[in-house]
């Protein structure tokens, strides 16, 4: 299979427009980075220029916990405003005043702060500190009733200790409010972005319960683009435009056309799920990304070892392990695809072993032949890699031991979670989307701005990508097994069974039954169908990354089936491809590609936080499981 100018036009075309339409507005490249921490009560006031009309105080808090209480009027003539706790990571608190006033006291005390990582119980880090009070502040914003800064004047003391104030109010050009996603984290992103803030510290990493790949990345993200919103989520839009490419190149192995490979592309680059978990700094897109680079690979061996045999070079099947080991060094859940890869394998080898003549001492010792012992040994790969991606740690002073018995800590949290959670969802709720109970979107984010405007964010699929690729997958999954034949086979089996059985039959009927069966057997052998690999490869690797959760306990949630999303855009694909040469296959597909774009276009401002009116939003909960 090789790209030509055609295919590289579409690619390239695809991935530049995926990648501008992430990038916009994927969040501010600037933030306030300098900060001021304690530890102690603190108690200073502030000037303003002239007395303002306030309407809002914000603090944006780095790390820790405090109370403030906030006083208006003038140095000894206080009056309480109102409280507020300051607590997250990389994330704005704000406090309503709406007063009149020249000066501004502020009193804050830093609260009980738990700073050390997961599991510190029983891995622990030299970095640890024990639970103190703590707060840790970059800036603080003052508006007026228009939502405009108000210029600081002066700061001034009234602790009389060391600590530098200043730098409350030393980048107030860096901030941008009110406050969205736009400026701050929001979800997953408060451990993902704490926990690659920490590596660039040289601190042990909060968030330890998934491996540390993918916050290397951000970690590297955010060293290049600065500690701010674009640096936190850039790389998960390289990642998620390099997967077009990918997934393109994957339909062309499977289907070998143009519109095949386009319109698995296609349906992946407006999907709702890949362009909101893009723009999202978790680590999620990267372990899609790395399980479509390892499955690409694997097909690409698959395929020669079917048309060469087993002595087909090795070099794909290897790439293909060292992309499931980094996937799996970000999280575990590569794994069940995986699986569906080495049963393809199994499969194919066990085909080939069954026909062999011999002795089952002797079928047994060919299935091991090569290249399967060499599988054993990049077993030695995959734990080679991933224990590579904890040298960070290790440097921060954690032994190879700690980091053993980091494993099995974060297997008990994953098999013990049993936390109820408002948006969780069941496994079989996700490709369609709606539950009799509870929310199947995942809310991710909402901020609430003058006017009745809402910048809200939730995770879920585009229904034309979903819901016709759910229904194509079981027409690919009839193919993959040959349904009409395996069913033909069954009927003929049961019918021989049941002939021997009738002593009623005529000797006239008999010769009449078996010409008719014999007439059967023979139109279904002349007009059957061939194995398809297309819809073997495409149904095993949705089933396996999907099925599997139908056994976990544990809380789950709408983004968990991220990974099987490229499957259902192959799905359609496929059906796509069979029919492209008919004129109804041709009008399904027009107004399909029509349909998921205009999805994308209207759903727009409930996947990307983009401001809109309250009630455009509410308009688009199309059932009463969609919340936004």
Known sequence: MQLNKRDITTIVLLSVLFFAVATWNLGFATAPYNSFQETEKRTFYVELDEAKNVSSVYFFVKRGNATVSVYRGEPGNWNSIGEITLKGDSTWCSLTVKNI???????????????????????????????RPFIEVAEIVILDQENHQIQIV??????????????????????????????????????FVRAAQDYLHFRAPFER?????????????????????????????LFATLMIPIIYVMGK??????????????????????????????????????ALASQLCFLAYFINVIKKGWR????????????????????????????????????????????????????????FDYPFLLLLGLVGVVAAIYFVTYIPDMLIGNSFSDIIKLQFEMYNFHSTLTATHSYMSPWWSWPIMVSPQGYVPL????????????????????????????????????RAIRGKETAYQITR?????????????????????????????????????KWSLAAIFIATMFFCSW??????????????????????????AYVINQQWKTKGGKIFTVILFASVVALFVLFYPVISGTPADASWIEKLRLFPSWYF
């Open 101 to 131: 006033a020249k000066y501004f006291r502020f009193v804050i005390k830093p609260g009980v702060y738990e700073s050390r990582p997961n599991f510190y119980w029983s891995v622990p880090n030299p970095t640890d500190v024990p639970p």
């Open 154 to 191: 002066e700061v001034k003391d009234e602790t009389n200790v060391n600590g530098n104030l200043s730098l409350l109010f030393d980048e107030q050009k860096m901030v941008n409010l009110p406050s969205t996603y736009m400026s701050q984290t929001y979800f997953d992103e408060v451990y």
């Open 209 to 237: 319960t998934h491996p540390p790949l993918g916050k290397l990345i951000q970690a590297s993200s955010i060293a290049v683009f600065g500690d701010t919103p674009f640096g936190w989520r850039i790389m998960g839009v």
């Open 253 to 290: 192995k499977l289907f070998g056309t143009w519109i095949g490979s386009f319109s698995a592309a296609f349906l992946l680059t407006f999907d709702f799920m890949h362009f909101t978990m893009a723009r999202m700094g978790t680590a999620d897109t990267y372990v899609v990304f790395f």
């Open 312 to 367: 087909t070079s090795v070099l794909p099947l290897f790439l293909a392990v060292v992309f499931f080991a980094l996937g799996f060094s970000t999280k575990w859940l590569t794994l069940y695809a995986a699986l569906g890869m080495l049963a393809l394998l199994v499969a194919f080898r066990l085909r080939e072993v069954f026909k062999l003549k011999g002795s089952l001492g002797t079928k047994y010792v060919a299935f």
């Open 443 to 478: 809310w991710l984010s909402i901020s609430y701005l003058p006017n009745n405007v809402h910048s809200t964010i939730s995770v879920f699929g585009n229904p034309a990508v979903w819901w016709v690729g759910f229904a194509c997958m079981f027409i690919v999954a009839e």
């Open 493 to 529: 089996w049961i019918r021989k069974r049941v002939n021997k059985k009738t002593e009623e039959t005529t000797v006239e009927s008999e010769t009449t039954t078996e010409k008719a069966n014999s007439f059967s057997e023979q139109t279904l052998e002349n007009t059957g169908r």
């Open 547 to 572: 099925v599997p959760y139908v056994f976990i306990s544990r809380a789950t949630f709408i983004y968990h089936f991220y990974i099987s999303v490229p499957f259902l855009c192959f799905a359609t």
